[in-house]
């Protein structure tokens, strides 16, 4: 099983400021099966990026992803008030089997 | 749009089995998707539990395996979970998913998710 790890736990920011998110898994990512949510309270989670760096539906383009192989990064550019939320990241191999990251909180400074 | 929501106990006994449904709407069961449970103890991360397709082929998370069944009911384009012998542990918000599309391993939409409670 490829655990992921995300970094930091809790990260405090400002409104305008830039927010870079870590995932480090335990073995190489396959086929950049690599995606990112967000997930506010009592809500479910809400997909950003898929493969790595492809942007859903209606994610606006201040949210983007890079990396590969065993290490992702998540970063919002500019952050706007509705940004602040728990964020996963989740991954897929071919067992097959999907696991996700415990999570970074991001909160308002 | 297709749209899914859970519905079931939102509390079960320890010991016993819980039981999930998911309605698809918006969409056929019948596509190319695979279709999934995952859940969330409170204040916690997710877990995926297991996925099926629209031909009942399953695929189950290994630490669940010996206690879950994935079922699926094309005629009323719905599919089930059910977990056995539960326990405290089991307690969580319990949320369907399918896939973003054929070959694209990322969950959208998702359900609403339903919390259940493992308690005497």
């Known amino acids: 099983e490829i655990v992921l790890t995300q970094s930091p736990g809790t990260v405090s920011l400002s409104p305008g400021e830039r927010a870079t998110l870590s995932c480090r898994a335990s073995?190489?990512?396959?086929?950049?099966?690599l995606a990112w949510y967000q997930q506010k309270p009592g809500q479910a989670p809400r997909l950003l990026i898929y493969?790595?760096?492809s942007r859903a539906t209606g994610i606006p383009d201040r949210f983007s992803g890079s990396g590969s192989g065993t290490d992702f990064t998540l970063t919002i550019s500019r952050l706007e008030p509705e940004d602040f939320a728990v964020y996963f990241c989740?991954?897929?191999?071919?067992?097959?089997?999907?696991?996700f990251g415990q999570g970074t909180k991001l909160e308002i400074k | 749009q297709v749209l899914l929501q859970e519905s079931g106990p939102g509390l079960v006994k320890p010991s016993g089995t819980l039981s999930l449904t998911c309605a698809v709407s918006?969409?056929?069961?019948?596509?190319?998707?695979?279709w999934s449970w995952v859940r969330q103890p409170p204040g916690k991360g997710l877990e995926w539990i297991g996925q099926?397709?629209?031909?009942?082929?399953?695929n189950y998370n290994p630490s669940l395996k010996s206690r879950v069944n994935i079922s699926v009911d094309k005629s009323k384009n719905q599919f089930s979970l059910q977990l056995r012998s539960v326990t405290a542990a089991d307690t969580a918000v319990y949320y369907c998913?399918?896939?973003?599309?054929?070959?694209?391993?990322?969950?959208?939409?998702w359900g609403q998710g339903t919390l259940v409670t493992v308690s005497s």
């Open positions: 493969g790595v760096s």
């Open positions: 989740q991954q897929y191999d071919r067992s097959p089997m999907f696991t």
């Open positions: 099926i397709y629209h031909s009942g082929s399953t």
């Open positions: 998913a399918t896939e973003l599309g054929f070959g694209v391993p990322s969950f959208d939409p």
């Open positions: 918006g969409g056929s069961i019948s596509s190319t998707n695979w």
């Open positions: 073995q190489s990512v396959s086929s950049n099966y």
